[in-house]
């Protein structure tokens, strides 16, 4: 017989280990399957400054090994494995992978969300040293700096405010005529004497040495370029929620994110979605842990009903 354990965590961000840390220590047999290394996005993170605990900051890597490490501390156990295919219904769930099927009686959904990205080259090699994607996490690094800011919806219109109070300058560069944000962004946007607008405009190159020290952007009407320098670019275009495991079987919403209320429970018995993969208001390493520890009491209180 193949063991079937009580929880399997499907991937290795601050959500899913939090959840297998809370798990394993409550008893119950926990596994996580996670592709890349632990900390997910977060590993990719070069300071993390916002999360508590750590007075000086710590790196995303090491807070990543740190949570896996909190995590086996108790049971929990880790295989590295790409997850190809799933069946979330019934008794015992299934996650095939290239290593393998493993078994669970509840599955945890901590798969995350990527930023989409401009597509550019360098883009990759510059993550961290100039480019970013979260202006609340990497924000700080450019007090009285220039930064320029891709976006044009509600999140990059919140994002720019973010920035606005650190940076000296912000250059909004936005591919339309008007922001998608909703309008209740735009009074206070415009406001604010230190953000500028290029309108009907595009990053298409990125320029840098050790790191990023400008652009160029090309205005989409006119065919105009013009290089700007700056000290930061965030990116701001949306995300896109690792779900296509999922389609059929877990209800999503418009967007590709999992439906999961504060409970974290899906439209399936036994089936629970944390961080940044579930419909939430905020995606930040502190509320995907707070999410991680809700489904593993939630979890225990299912398996407890389902053994009377």
């Given at each position: 017989?193949?063991?079937?354990?009580?929880?399997?965590?499907?991937?290795?961000?601050?959500?899913?280990?939090?959840?297998?840390?809370?798990?394993?220590?409550?008893?119950l047999?926990?596994?996580v399957?996670?592709?890349?290394?632990?900390?997910?996005?977060?590993?990719?993170?070069?300071?993390?400054?916002?999360?508590?605990?750590?007075?000086?900051?710590?790196?995303?890597?090491?807070?990543?090994?740190?949570?896996?490490q909190?995590?086996e501390?108790?049971?929990?156990e880790?295989?590295y494995?790409?997850?190809?295919?799933?069946?979330?219904?019934?008794?015992?769930?299934?996650?095939?992978?290239?290593?393998?099927t493993?078994?669970?009686?509840?599955?945890?959904?901590?798969?995350?969300?990527?930023?989409?990205?401009?597509?550019?080259?360098?883009?990759?090699?510059?993550m961290?040293?100039?480019?970013?994607?979260?202006?609340?996490?990497?924000?700080?690094?450019?007090?009285?700096?220039?930064?320029?800011?891709?976006?044009?919806?509600n999140?990059?219109?919140?994002?720019?405010?973010?920035?606005?109070?650190v940076?000296?300058?912000?250059?909004?560069?936005?591919?339309?005529?008007?922001?998608?944000?909703?309008?209740?962004?735009?009074?206070?946007?415009?406001?604010?004497?230190?953000?500028?607008f290029?309108?009907?405009?595009?990053?298409?190159?990125?320029?840098?040495?050790?790191?990023l020290?400008?652009?160029?952007?090309?205005?989409?009407?006119?065919?105009?370029?013009?290089?700007?320098?700056?000290?930061?670019?965030?990116?701001?275009?949306?995300?896109?929620?690792?779900?296509?495991?999922?389609?059929?079987?877990?209800?999503?919403?418009?967007?590709?994110?999992?439906?999961?209320?504060?409970?974290?429970?899906?439209?399936?018995?036994?089936?629970?979605?944390?961080?940044?993969?579930?419909?939430?208001a905020v995606?930040?390493?502190?509320?995907?842990?707070a999410?991680?520890?809700?489904?593993?009491?939630?979890?225990?209180?299912?398996?407890?009903?389902?053994?009377?």
């Open positions: 017989m193949e063991k079937v354990y009580d929880v399997l965590v499907l991937g290795g961000g601050p959500g899913g280990y939090t959840a297998a840390m809370y798990a394993a220590r409550a008893g047999s926990t596994l399957l996670e592709r890349l290394a632990a900390g997910g996005q977060m590993a990719l993170t070069h300071q993390v400054d916002n999360y508590p605990g750590f007075d000086e900051g710590v790196d995303g890597f090491t807070l990543g090994m740190k949570m896996q909190g995590a501390r108790f049971g929990a880790t295989v494995a790409d997850v190809q295919s799933v069946e979330l219904e019934g008794t015992n769930k299934k996650l095939h992978t290239d290593q393998g493993f078994y669970g009686r509840t599955v945890i959904v901590a798969t995350g969300a990527n930023p989409r990205k401009l597509g550019l080259p360098m883009e990759q090699e510059l961290g040293k100039g480019v970013h994607y979260c202006a609340a996490c990497d924000g700080m690094f450019y007090r009285g700096k220039t930064v320029i800011l891709v976006g044009g919806g999140s990059a219109v919140a994002d720019a405010l973010v920035l606005s109070r940076a000296e300058k912000v250059i909004l560069v936005h591919r339309r005529d008007t922001l998608r944000a909703s309008k209740i962004y735009h009074e206070p946007l415009e406001q604010t004497k230190n953000i500028e290029r309108w009907n405009s595009e990053v298409v190159s990125l320029h840098h040495g050790d790191r020290d400008g652009v160029t952007i090309r205005n989409k009407v006119s065919g105009e370029e013009e290089r700007i320098a700056c000290d930061g670019v965030f990116i701001s275009i949306g995300r896109e929620p690792a779900t296509a495991l999922f389609a059929g079987q877990l209800e999503l919403d418009e967007t590709g994110y999992v439906v999961a209320g504060e409970s974290t429970k899906t439209n399936l018995p036994g089936v629970y979605a944390v961080g940044d993969v579930r419909t939430k995606r930040q390493i502190v509320t995907a842990t999410d991680g520890a809700v489904a593993a009491h939630e979890i225990e209180e299912y398996l407890a009903a389902a053994v009377v």
